[in-house]
């Protein structure tokens, strides 16, 4: 697909054609093609190095692409669109000895045509500490401030970088609850996750990228309708592979047998047959990391842990 097609195609608020960007041997992107539409909350998602944060940072303007083309609402990405653009970075460095509100009004007051802050505090739930130091906040606290800042310009299109990356489950959640709000508002989001549930619970559309290319593209329940059917059994893998009633996909991966099945019952009945210990079975549909696993071989979660 070409560039004039990628922008004809979709009335998208974002158009990338053929993106590519190298760093001397290593291709970081190679050739990207996607569109995101107005309203989407649009997930990339992806193990370390796989061009996750190449990607954004050239849909930012940060970096320019080797080749390729970026298209804002039909037109050439340009100076004037980046600076449209909120932006939440992996990490941000904030001006020292400074209070949550005044970061707000510091910031504020780099645009002309700034949000009202106290709708930014109510959005962001930032009422509690407004008044402490920035440096003393917890990490969802801190997540909710920069989020916030992101804001500040007004921006229809939102990027997030791992945006809950270190929080724990209960301010992960809560943070779910604020991009489900900013949402609501009509904003379009571009999302990299390495959290499969927060992809699935919060994602319209996504690409899942490897070794700078995509591998899969789409909604997460059309992707898991696409990939499996049924339910996915998985047990300790005992020392030999059972044979299995056709139709089913017998793997072992990280020590345990995974059976893809449209039949649980049939299932269960063949391991039986062949004495296999069915301590420790899980029956479980499928999810993006099961996805991802069946793509690549390995486990998001695996590679996420081993690359930090």
């Known amino acids: ?46 193990p370390n190095g796989a061009g996750k944060t190449t990607t954004l940072e050239m849909l930012e303007g940060i970096i320019k692409p080797d080749s390729g083309a970026i298209y804002y ?30 970061t707000l009004q510091m910031f504020a007051a780099f645009y002309p045509n700034p949000a009202d802050i106290a709708e930014l505090i109510q959005l962001c ?85 490897d070794k700078g290319q995509i591998i899969a593209q789409g909604s997460p329940q059309a992707l898991l309708r696409q990939h499996f059917e049924g339910a996915l059994l998985q047990l300790p893998a005992p020392g030999f592979l059972p044979q299995m009633p056709v139709c089913q996909q017998v793997s072992v991966q990280g020590g345990q047998l995974c059976i893809q099945t449209p039949d649980v019952q049939l299932s269960i009945q063949a391991l039986l047959q062949q004495q296999v210990p069915l301590q420790g079975l899980l029956v479980k549909s499928a999810t993006l990391d099961d996805l991802f696993l069946k793509l690549t071989g390995h486990a998001l979660s695996a590679v996420t842990t081993e690359a930090a």
């Open 125 to 209: 739930d930032l009422q509690d500490f407004l008044t402490q130091d920035h440096k003393k906040l917890s990490g969802g606290q801190r997540q909710r401030l920069l989020l916030a800042l992101a804001l500040v310009n007004q921006p229809q299109i939102l990027f997030l970088d791992e945006p809950t990356t270190g929080l724990d489950p209960h301010a992960r959640r809560n943070f779910w609850a604020l991009i489900q709000r900013i949402k609501q508002q009509g904003r379009t989001i571009i999302l990299t996750t390495h959290y499969m549930d927060e992809a699935e619970q919060l994602c319209d559309e996504l690409i899942i990228v």
């Open 1 to 46: 697909m070409d560039a004039e097609q990628v922008v004809s195609a979709t009335p998208a608020v974002l158009a990338v054609s053929q993106l590519c960007k190298s760093y001397g041997a290593l291709k970081a992107v190679n050739n990207l093609s996607f569109s995101v539409k107005a309203g989407q909350c649009f997930g990339l998602l992806g």
């Open 73 to 102: 609402q039909g037109e050439i990405a340009s100076r004037r669109h980046f600076q449209q653009l909120g932006v939440q970075f992996q990490q941000t460095a904030l001006q020292d000895f400074l209070t949550v509100e005044e």
